[in-house]
């Protein structure tokens, strides 16, 4: 068994080190791909630490793509020379023109669609023969509306393992699309309630609220996310926030704000908290931090989540995990609706998540878009941008904020660069109201070819100078 | 610790009679709602039985509701309070039925679901498979909000074909169920308008109406369908009828009714109707009558259909086709939103239906319906009812009415009925208010099993009798 000294850590912790130690050997091939890690049980105390410190270690070590978990069986190392296979088929691929990127630029960062040749066609055709042959009685019999419960059982799984949340099948509602699920939310808790959404943001929510009827306010915010105060201010009931990586700031809340927000919520009857974790499976680097949905003991927080980021944007399956009270509610005043998912979809996604298919999947995404931003991140750094800009918000998701520092205004910046084929998009449009920062951009990478990364930077350098 | 004397079990087994002790104390309240159940261990050792015993006796109270269990917590008696809620929601749900037949009667009038072994499975996989592997790049491509072009156009040539009408794939709009589209309307035509519905009626478009706060009258109907100098009375700005085969009493709306609602919605601005076409497909006999849209020249009709009864209502495909007036307001208002339906069922319906299948499959389904009602007919003619009873609205869809002269309550037929096996579901029930009239059903008869035909009239006789 594999074993590693952990007497001297260093500044880590525990953890933190034997993570390191990890991934040194997969990257040095010592720990092979496909090779089976031992249980957390017997590897702890071979070791000599406790089974949360391997425990802790696996999750970050999934967390960032180096290795996988089948459920019943076991840890294993990720196969790096499948990535690089997969890679060859999607570099080919890319010659098809794809949604996403306008093919007309040379870069459109306005685009984040995921990349469709990453969709797994093969196993999903094959999930989807084996559902047709094998669930025909299930497939026919009408969904509860809160959606098939083998799919909400397997959810509730998923987030157990990898998010370490503890969820009832029960409290999951599946719905088309988190739009309609917001419309839902809007039905149950009510248009004469103030809804309150980060500022900036995504817009499409005040849309949604508008067309329900339902006050919106646009909230501040600050390094660590939505201001507080200002939710009092504003006499906002139900906050809509994107903790794991606000959208398009990029900022993680950190867990003072989370108990900050939390506590805002238990003030007072009837707030509530929708946690949107729209991009959360697509974090890249930098420590977990536990959802507000996992610390929420006063039930004030409506967790939001959606496949179509990890899956593909055309199958439209979302879900929400409605804390008990409201769940009673749900289930009292918009329990007629039927579910809007079909069954055929809703079957096939739960055994894609029941296999480790999903996981493996998530895996394969996130390691290929770590690898195309760090390759566009590292061009930022060898062209001659370097010590013009700043970028934060990297962390996670497919977007990161690059500022640059020029004496142009961002009108000019965005003109020159649209003229070199380069489309970007800048923070400012993501304001309500409120004094915008200038000459920010929101990089959407996803759909950037990086091949062409160095003439990029390039281009980019010629537009703002 | 709770305890029990496992000592004599009389004929059942150790686990079935820990379960009985323990359903028994729930009900009582001895063991309380949310509370925590000792661990499967402990227990044994408590009761002096292995471990095994009490996971049967778990995983069956598990399975009948009564406890449930949460990850690495343990087990918890089941809140009764949330349980009358699901029960609730079943029960609002069986005033339209949907749910397939319950096995358990000998006869089940209130479903309407269609038999699910009349699905297509053996083509429809087959399209699905082609489209698979021939339509990777457009299944990943984001649909416009209205829906796939290819199926917006290959329902507007089905409908030119089979229905006459003139209709050009723009005007169409996919959506997740018909639910979903109604709750589109509302925010597409406001919620400050008035909302008629006809009484007695499909009662879940008053909860939708409801549930977004816009006012909603229930219209009386005569013999033609609904009253238009009610909607006159009542303020009624947008009217949903279904002219087809009125739901439940079989009505066909004559054509000099339908002039007479065209006049009402002409004669002042912002009136429409909406034309619920749901199961017009099923006409088995009698004349076909224009739609209301083809006849309109007002741009005033809103029409409405839904795959759910053609193709299975699993499958969650609903479209509706709104006049060039409101389809501008659509698109100016309402065009943020993504299309509900996933691209690959999109697709798949598109090439079912260009191809043909669908009309095949359709055919397939008006005889099989039709083969059943003449069958339950000519039962009923042939039986003791003969005599008793008058039938109407027989010539379309899955279900008739069946009027029943007897001296009996309703309520005394119902029940006597129900302790001979069948199921029936009173008129009376579908009205709102008003004077119902009595010892009429709604006879659903899909999934009714037509070898039992005799039986089942004789037993209606007996109930009656």
């Known amino acids: ?5 952990l007497t001297d850590t260093g500044p880590d912790s525990l953890y933190e080190y034997l993570c390191k130690c990890m991934k040194n050997d997969i990257l040095q091939g010592t720990l092979k791909a ?11 105390a071979n070791l000599g630490v406790s089974v949360v410190t391997v425990e802790n270690a696996y999750a970050q070590l999934i967390a960032e793509g180096y290795i996988y978990s089948i459920p019943k069986r076991g840890f294993y190392v990720t196969d790096f020379n499948s990535m690089v296979t997969e890679q060859k088929e999607t570099v080919s691929e890319e010659t098809i023109p794809m949604a996403g990127g306008d093919t007309s630029y040379f870069a459109d960062f306005s685009s984040n669609q995921t990349s469709s040749d990453l969709f797994p066609f093969t196993i999903w055709s094959k999930v989807i023969r084996e559902i047709l042959s094998d669930s025909r009685v299930q497939l026919m019999t009408n969904s509860p509306c809160g959606g098939i419960y083998d799919l909400r059982e397997s959810i509730a799984k998923y987030l157990k393992d990898f998010r370490g949340m503890a969820v009832r099948p029960e409290q999951i509602i599946i719905g088309a699309g988190t739009e309609y699920l917001y419309g839902l939310l809007v039905q149950l808790l009510g248009n004469d309630k103030v809804y309150g959404v980060e500022n900036p943001g ?8 508008r067309s329900f009827q339902a006050p919106c ?9 939505i201001c507080v105060p200002s939710l009092e201010d504003k006499g906002v009931d139900i906050v809509h926030v994107t903790p794991s990586h606000q959208y398009p700031t990029g900022i993680v809340m950190p867990i003072s704000r989370r108990y900050e927000l939390l506590g805002w919520a238990s003030r007072k009857e009837g707030r509530y908290i929708i946690e949107d974790d729209y991009d959360s499976e697509l974090r890249l680097s930098g420590q977990p931090i536990p959802t507000l949905q996992s610390i929420d003991m006063s039930e004030k927080v409506i967790y939001m989540n959606t496949f179509t980021k990890t899956l593909c944007s055309t199958v439209r399956i979302s879900y929400m995990i409605l804390p008990q009270k409201l769940l009673s509610l749900f289930y009292e005043k918009l329990s007629f609706y039927s579910c809007t998912v ?21 895996n394969r995404l996130r390691n290929h878009y770590r690898r195309k931003r760090d390759m566009l991140l590292e061009a930022l750094k060898a062209s001659r941008m370097k010590g013009k800009i700043s970028v934060s918000g990297e962390e996670a998701g497919l977007h990161f904020l ?3 520092h ?4 961002e009108q000019s910046v965005m003109e020159h660069a649209m003229s070199k084929g380069i489309k970007l998009v800048p923070l400012s449009d993501y304001y309500y109201g409120e004094t915008r920062k200038q000459n920010i951009y929101v990089m959407n990478f996803s759909s950037i070819d990086v091949a062409r990364a160095d003439e990029i930077m390039e281009r980019l350098y010629k537009s703002c100078n």
């Open 342 to 362: 079909s069954n055929f979809e809703q079957y096939t996604l739960a055994r894609f998540i029941e296999e480790g298919k999903f996981e493996v999947h998530v």
């Open 202 to 209: 995504y817009r499409k929510l005040e849309s949604i609220y």
């Open 34 to 44: 496909g090779e089976r890690l031992p249980s957390k049980r017997i590897f702890a």
């Open 1 to 5: 068994m594999i074993t590693y000294n």
């Open 406 to 409: 020029t004496k142009l205004s």
């Open 217 to 225: 306010e646009w909230i501040s915010m600050d390094e660590a996310g």
């Open 402 to 404: 690059l500022a640059i």
